[in-house]
């Protein structure tokens, strides 16, 4: 329950700090989690990245702010953390579809995008089948690659895409999908494509050697097609299990296990793999 109260902090504290240039990782910090699962949880549960939730919140406060009339576009422009009117008044003809001087006409119609408040919601009858493991450390070979939290939902994909067009998985199958989570809270974070190295004969060039500390994993079992049956699963790992659970996440690393098989198919098998602790003075 803690997990989602956290949330709900730093709604409140975007909120407060509207007019102010906050990114991901002060947030982040403001509620003592790391900046990749805040992001992670705060799309898996809203369906917005940390920079759209902002971004529709300030325009529909610089709506608001036009309607009255006697504020200049500019004012409105910096107040919202925007550097120039040009760049401000793209952004809010596309969340409002009129420009901000046509929004400062009497009859004007606009777009209104409230507050956020993170619940828990019950739903009865569905099972998640998930064990809890504790593995040695293992080495894994991977073709890594740097991605943003803003941009990752769209380019990790497309990494995958080339990893397999290019014919890397026949040199490294393509096994497992590895976050490796930055340890500075920076806003990039490295992603890799690979697998144990036990499989590997030779290890191509510009892979790299990545070994996995020992940790007790939480392991779930995803079924359905890619990328559905995983995309779905990541989800009600962070809403539903997280919430509730007797542990807490590792800011460390995150594994997706791929099996063989068709993974078009609806009884298609793979797996989350998160590095767990448990939680400390529990009633």
């Known amino acids: 329950m803690e997990w989602l109260q956290s949330l709900n902090r730093a709604i409140d504290f975007m909120e407060e700090h509207l007019t102010d240039n906050i990114t991901c990782e002060d947030v982040a910090e403001h509620i003592y989690i790391s900046s990749f699962h805040f992001q992670r949880t705060f799309n898996l549960l809203t369906g917005l990245t940390i920079g759209e939730y902002l971004r529709n919140r300030r325009l529909s406060l610089a709506g608001q702010d036009l309607l009255k009339g006697n504020n200049k576009v500019i004012d409105v422009a910096l107040k919202y953390c925007y550097e120039t009117p040009e760049s401000f008044s793209k952004a809010f003809s596309r969340f409002h579809g009129i420009t901000p001087n046509q929004a400062k006409k009497e009859g004007s119609v606009l777009k209104s995008f409230n507050p956020l408040v993170i619940k828990i919601k019950l739903e009865g009858g569905s099972t998640m089948d998930y064990r809890i493991v504790k593995k040695d450390s293992f080495k894994l070979v991977a073709k890594t690659r740097l991605f943003s939290n803003e941009t990752s939902q769209t ?106 098989g068709d993974n078009t198919k609806e009884d298609y098998v793979s797996e989350i793999w998160i590095p767990v602790k448990e939680k400390k003075n529990r009633i």
């Open 155 to 260: 380019e990790i994909p497309k990494f995958w895409s080339e990893y397999y067009n290019t014919g890397l998985a026949n040199k490294v199958c393509g096994m497992m999908g590895i976050c490796l989570q930055s340890k500075n809270d920076a806003r990039t974070w490295s992603y890799g494509i690979g697998c144990e190295e036990k499989y590997v004969k030779e290890i191509p060039e510009d892979f790299e050697i990545l070994e996995i500390p020992a940790y007790t994993w939480a392991i779930f079992t995803c079924v359905g097609p890619m990328p559905d049956g995983i995309q779905n699963m990541w989800e009600r790992v962070y809403s539903e299990w997280l919430p509730q659970a007797d542990y807490e996440l590792i800011s460390d690393y995150d594994i997706e296990y791929y099996t063989e």
